[in-house]
């Protein structure tokens, strides 16, 4: 896997890493998103934002957290210990305005598993855009984070969001 540095100019890198995950792993991720997109169960509303349908820590995710910690230490750093993972598939209205992130997400993996459009990452005012397989390392509480602006009838983005903390962090996990 090569590492490329977007932005070093912050106390946490900035790195994408293309074909991130192997063709299984995005295989299976694939049909968990299938059988999510086509379910009216309400447990995947995700009622804060339009436009998007998520889950936490799903088994598959775990295992690629597990699978990928010792990537994710290298590209920081520093010891790590698993925090919480995220499925979230975005549609028609989907957005994500300006954060950081709570305590528990300060080692992000952002990675594009599926689109059929840009859909521009904005991290500390620079744009930054994912094909899929890409990931994107960065830290969800030191970088403000978003997109630009609202997908549009049709358009759809599929990511998954792993997250890390510091190995003797203490506060809440989820």
């Known amino acids: 896997m090569k590492q490329e540095i977007l932005d070093d100019s912050h106390e946490i890198n900035i790195s994408k890493i293309p074909d991130f995950l192997s063709d299984n792993l995005m295989s299976e991720l694939k049909e968990v998103i299938s059988y999510i997109e086509s379910s009216d169960d309400p447990m ?73 459009c840009e859909w521009g990452l904005k991290i500390n005012d620079k744009i930054y855009n994912l094909n899929n397989n890409e990931a994107i390392f960065m830290s969800g509480t030191y970088h403000q984070h978003g997109r630009v602006g609202e997908l549009n009838k049709g358009q759809f983005v599929h990511n998954v969001f792993i997250y890390y903390v510091e190995e003797d962090f203490s506060g809440p996990l989820w």
């Open 44 to 116: 995947f509303k995700d009622n804060r934002f339009d436009g998007r349908k998520m889950t936490v820590d799903p088994q598959i995710l775990k295992k690629i957290q597990f699978l990928y910690q010792e990537k994710a230490e290298e590209v920081f750093g520093i010891k790590l210990k698993p925090s919480f993972t995220i499925l979230a598939m975005y549609s028609e209205k989907g957005n994500m305005y300006d954060h950081y992130d709570r305590d528990m997400c300060k080692y992000m993996i952002n990675i594009s598993i599926d689109s059929n």
